[in-house]
């Protein structure tokens, strides 16, 4: 076994505190990472919230994961020692389902396996997540980091990149087209970037005048206010898709009467309530309401590889390990622009502590990004 150690939450709604724990062995097919970076996550604080019910305690989040590969088996063949690698959202699957062998990983019909909150396959090992130390996973569930990314800034595609850049890519956006983003937040941001970078004319849908130069910065061509029932009139029959990234609950009827006939709304935002479809927004016009998740382990290096050739990468704030408690605080208001990042070397002033500690751990106040809240 591979001793580890990170920073877990022993209960709902519990503060994270350092914890140690072991790495499965090694096996052939496996490298041996060494975790540099780790992106938070809204899902992680959901995680730790049990918002979403089945969380397993102690549970270390973390799924925006880049580090180094320090050790590879001997059948590993893409990764050598030195290389930077990145870890996403799952780190198996049961590689035989029709999913599976299209390459579509994420929606494996006998259950992918989480990076955290999951079991080692056919085991009851729990899987512990990136704000840890290492990370001992699959040469199949790694992805390689194109040279000359920014590593910190490129932890966050491994989710908000992959899950905003899929359903475009599905969609097939490009240019000629106009696309809407519903939300500037982790998520948002992202499909606000890698929209624009596709060719499409992009429009963001917000609540808040105050994210308008940010829009316009980050690659929008207009920025509608939601709440104003004018402008939102005059958007009527315009989109070609529509990608909504807001996981508060809120209306999407209004949006669905802004797609052109057969345009399409996508939800990768996860509400915690039900929301109420009118079907006449969908009957008239034959438009269609989907819903995406991440993408396969194909599909994330293939966005990882667009990113890098188009210069995108997250913008973020890097934090230590110790103020993580803080972060989550921040992100419960959408305080962050845009996305939080652990840098994981702070795990070393804190090696030698105990297992778990139900105070939060010292530390100032986070380095503050300029401007404020941002969730929409």
Not at 156 to 184: D, E, F
Not at 192 to 213: N, P, Y
Not at 239 to 260: C, E, M, Q
């Amino acid at each position: 076994m591979i001793p580890s150690h990170g920073y877990a939450a022993s209960a709902a709604r519990g503060p994270l505190a350092p914890f140690k724990f072991e790495r499965r062995d090694p096996g052939a097919h496996d490298v041996v990472i060494e975790a540099l970076y780790c992106g938070v996550c809204h899902s992680d604080l959901h995680s730790v919230n049990n918002d979403w019910g089945g969380s397993r305690y102690p549970i270390v989040p973390g799924h925006e994961i880049i580090g180094r590969v320090t050790s590879v088996g001997s059948a590993v063949s893409q990764f050598k020692v030195g290389d930077h690698a990145g870890i996403g959202c799952l780190v198996d699957s049961c590689r035989e389902c029709g999913s599976c062998h299209a390459d579509e990983e994420q929606y494996c019909e006998r259950g992918a396996t989480g990076t955290y909150n999951s079991y080692e396959r056919g085991t009851r090992i729990p899987t512990y997540g990136g704000y840890s130390t290492n990370y001992v996973v699959a040469e199949r569930f790694a992805l390689k980091i194109p040279a000359g990314m920014d590593l910190a800034a490129t932890a966050p595609l491994l989710c908000a990149g992959i899950t905003t850049y899929s359903p475009l890519r599905h969609w097939k956006v490009g240019p000629g087209q106009r696309v809407g983003v519903v939300g500037l937040g982790g998520l948002g941001h992202m499909a606000v970037k890698i929209a624009h970078a596709m060719g499409a004319e992009v429009t963001l849908f917000s609540t808040s005048e105050s994210k308008r130069q940010d829009a316009i910065r980050l690659g929008a061509t207009h920025v509608v206010l939601s709440r104003d029932a004018d402008q939102m009139k005059a958007q009527a029959n315009r989109f070609d898709f529509i990608l909504d990234t807001v996981s508060a609950p809120h209306d999407i009827n209004g949006y669905l009467r802004l797609l052109k006939r057969d345009g399409t709304m996508c939800l990768v935002g996860l509400p915690e309530t039900p929301t109420p479809i009118a079907a006449g927004n969908l009957v008239f016009g034959r438009k269609s309401l989907a819903g995406s998740l991440i993408g396969g382990l194909a599909q994330t290096q293939e966005m990882l590889d667009f990113c890098a050739a188009h210069g995108i990468v997250s913008d973020i704030e890097l934090i230590p390990i110790q103020q993580i408690n803080e972060a989550y605080a921040r992100l419960e208001k959408a305080d962050v622009k845009y996305r939080f990042v652990i840098d994981l070397a702070t795990l070393k002033a804190c090696s030698g502590r105990r297992r778990l500690s139900r105070t939060p751990p010292p530390g100032a106040r986070p380095r503050r990004a300029p401007g404020g809240r941002s969730r929409r």
